[in-house]
C-alpha cells in the first residue's frame, strides 16, 4: 500500500521560505508522478507543482519562480520549497501520488493517494 509522510509547514511572514517533505513508502509500479495541491479556506483544492518518476515538473502558473519541487533518496523523497511567500499562498497543503502515472499534471483526479495535508500560513 502506498503510504505518504509530510513534514514541514508552519508560520511565516510574508516574503520568507518554507520546505515541505514528503515521503513516500510502498509504490507498486515503476512511474508513479508525486504532487503537492493545496486548499484554501472557501476555495477548492489546486494543483501547485507535481514531479513524475521520469523528472517531469509541472508548476502552477501562481507559483512559477517562487516554489521548486524536486525528488531525493531514489526519489522517494519529494521536496516543495516555497520562497517569496505570499499571504495568498495560505492553505492546507496535501501530498498526492498517481500511482502508475507518467503525465506530470496538476489535475487532482489522476491522484489515488493523498496525505494528511499541512498547514501553511503566510502573514502580511
Known amino acids: 500500500e502506498v503510504q505518504l509522510v509530510e513534514s514541514g509547514g508552519g508560520l511565516v511572514q510574508a516574503g520568507g521560505s518554507l520546505r515541505l517533505s514528503c515521503s513516500t513508502y510502498?509504490?507498486?509500479?515503476?512511474?508513479?508522478?508525486i504532487g503537492w495541491f493545496r486548499q484554501a479556506p472557501g476555495k477548492e483544492r489546486e494543483g501547485v507543482a507535481c514531479?513524475?518518476?521520469?523528472?517531469?515538473?509541472t508548476y502552477a502558473e501562481s507559483v512559477k519562480g517562487r516554489f521548486t519541487i524536486s525528488s531525493h533518496n531514489a526519489k522517494k523523497k519529494v521536496i516543495l520549497q516555497m520562497n517569496s511567500l505570499k499571504p495568498e499562498d495560505t492553505a492546507v497543503y496535501y501530498c498526492?501520488?498517481?500511482?502508475?502515472?507518467?503525465?506530470?499534471?496538476?489535475?487532482?483526479?489522476?491522484?489515488?493517494?493523498w496525505g494528511q495535508g499541512l498547514q501553511v500560513t503566510v502573514s502580511s
Open positions: 498526492a501520488a498517481d500511482n502508475g502515472g507518467v503525465i506530470a499534471s496538476l489535475d487532482s483526479r489522476r491522484y489515488n493517494k
Open positions: 514531479i513524475s518518476s521520469s523528472d517531469d515538473i
Open positions: 510502498g509504490f507498486t509500479f515503476d512511474d508513479y508522478v
